[in-house]
């Protein structure tokens, strides 16, 4: 079973618009980090939570981090054309040591609409 | 700071060839890992060095690849024979060694593309 796990798979909005995505995870977890992809492109490191931390905001995105859910979300405002990519979550598991290594969901493709 | 960086960005070889992809760090950062995308599916670990040593190198799919970090500096990633599914992006990320872990923000690399036909 997958560790990190988004939904909606796909998500099309309207510039302005805020867009909301979610991601569900399985074990116990020391850190969770949303990243960007553009087409093409590498990974774009955008926030990193704390398994202590329940919210965290970085200029237009807002992570919220629920463990007894085990579920985060990444919330973007007033989006823009640039927005446009693919967000993946990732979590290090707990227990596995320091700085292990990260496991990702498929992600989510984000379409902003101009 | 200068970023991660890989190269080539793109590789496209015969199955049975040889392919040598190489990554620098960011400077300062003890932890090097490599990740792979094969086409449709989730980012997957590869494996981890602190410094030169390996330090988990679970996710290596068999023994055609070899990845090395002399001096614990650059590293690289040798995949001999390649096989068709050996195709997809190659990550690479660095992070600074912590001895809490509590802020493992890895660093990404644009990737290499390798094509195997």
């Known amino acids: 079973s997958q560790q990190g796990e988004e939904d909606p798979q796909a998500l099309s909005i309207q510039e302005g618009e805020n867009a909301t995505m979610n991601c569900s995870y399985k074990t116990s977890i020391n850190n969770l980090q949303w990243y960007r992809q553009n087409s093409g492109r590498g990974l774009v490191h955008l926030i990193l939570?704390?398994?202590?931390?329940r919210e965290k905001h970085s200029g237009r995105l807002r992570v919220t981090l629920d463990t007894s859910k085990k579920s985060s979300s990444l919330l973007i405002t007033a989006s823009r054309a640039a927005d446009t990519a693919s967000y993946f979550c990732a979590t290090d598991a707990l227990y596995t040591g320091a700085n292990s290594k990260l496991t990702f969901g498929k992600g989510i493709t984000l379409s902003v609409r101009p | 700071e200068a970023g991660v960086t890989q190269f080539p960005s793109h590789s496209v070889i015969e199955k049975g060839q040889t392919v040598t992809l190489r990554c620098d760090p960011i400077?300062?950062?003890?932890?090097l890992y490599w990740y792979r995308r094969v086409m449709g599916k989730e980012i997957k670990f590869l494996l981890h060095f602190v410094k030169e040593s390996k330090q988990d190198e679970s996710g290596m799919p068999n023994n055609r690849f070899l990845a090395e970090r002399t001096g614990g500096t650059y590293s690289t990633l040798k995949v001999q024979p390649a096989e068709l599914e050996d195709s997809g992006v190659y990550f690479c990320?660095?992070?600074?060694?912590?001895?809490?872990?509590?802020?493992?923000?890895?660093?990404f690399g644009p990737g290499t593309r390798l094509t195997v036909l």
């Open positions: 400077s300062g950062h003890d932890n």
């Open positions: 939570i704390r398994s202590n931390e």
């Open positions: 990320a660095s992070s600074r060694w912590s001895w809490t872990g509590l802020y493992n923000e890895q660093f």
